[in-house]
């Protein structure tokens, strides 16, 4: 290892770790990958990633057990998003084996930059489909690079199971029928100022309200919202603009069959937040981080604490983690075991 890591005081930063994979296609097929120890790309000043924002991506944990082995989470999950995403913008589909294969080669050829057990981190996996070569025209690049690296991250919002604050924003975070139910670059980038905004009002990022009515929550930041209600509801938002957001579905799963409450997808109204005794933000990187309150106009809604997590948000939280670091059983299908 080339430093010594303070794994309890691991942020959510980028740390180069010595291996990651990558393939390329052309020809109308996928190259044979390998990994490789450079983690510089050397690409075309004319690449359709570049101009045109052909390019998406995806983010996956491999979890340290407690007898030192390794799990990874629903990859595959991860894989037939990435290939949703390629087919939106007219890019090559990757493989579920080579991008599986492409995972667990990292993740096993970085496993001492995995967090040991019982320090909160974990192996952040980012895989990466781009568009390359020299194509100046608004059309689909001929050539493409898939490549996957990784490093060791601590919780995504600052305090990990603390309670913040979110201020919701003016700006969409998508259009109707556009990309936001895909994990491109470009949402991001338009996620950027709001962010920058709701951090200088000492926030923890931004909310936005549906890109038509305005009326209702769709993302928290970069993920997802769910709320708890006085009726032992799990609620989270629906809409076509939305990224489907595999933590997401896991804690809809888990808060039916594990928790016994009544799991619901549908419309949450901003002004309607009084339903909620509960609120959180759900993704890869953020887990499950609480919600103390949601500031709304001149309106700051508190749910149930600004200091203290609401109950069920800690079982489901202990329920997510207990299966991804393999100490309690898993449904089938959801735990993969690199070593």
Known sequence: MEKKINWKELGFSYIKTPWRFLAKWSDGHWQPGELTGDNQLKISEASTALHYGQQCFEGLKAYRRKDGGINLFRPD???????????RLYMPEVPEELFIEAVMQVVKANQEYVPPYGTGGTLYIRPLLIGVGDMIGVQPAQEYIFTVFCMPVGPYFKG??????FIVSNYDRA?????????????????????????AKNFSDCIYLDPQTHTKIEEVGSANFFGITKDNEFVTPISPSILPSITKYSLLYLAEHRLGLTAIEGDVFVDDLDRFTE???????????????????????????????G????????ELTGIQFGDINAPEGWILSVI
């Open 77 to 87: 999950q991860n894989s037939q998003r990435l290939n949703h995403s390629a087919q």
């Open 160 to 165: 990990g199971l603390t309670p913040t604050n």
């Open 175 to 199: 259009a109707p029928n556009g990309t936001g139910a895909i994990k491109v670059g470009g949402n991001y980038a338009a996620s950027l100022l709001p962010g920058q905004e709701a951090h």
């Open 279 to 309: 609120a959180g933000a759900c993704g890869t990187a953020a887990v499950i981080s609480p919600i103390g309150g949601i500031q709304y106009n001149d309106d700051f809604h508190v749910f149930y604490s600004e200091t203290e997590v």
């Open 311 to 318: 109950p069920i948000t800690k079982k489901l939280y202990e």
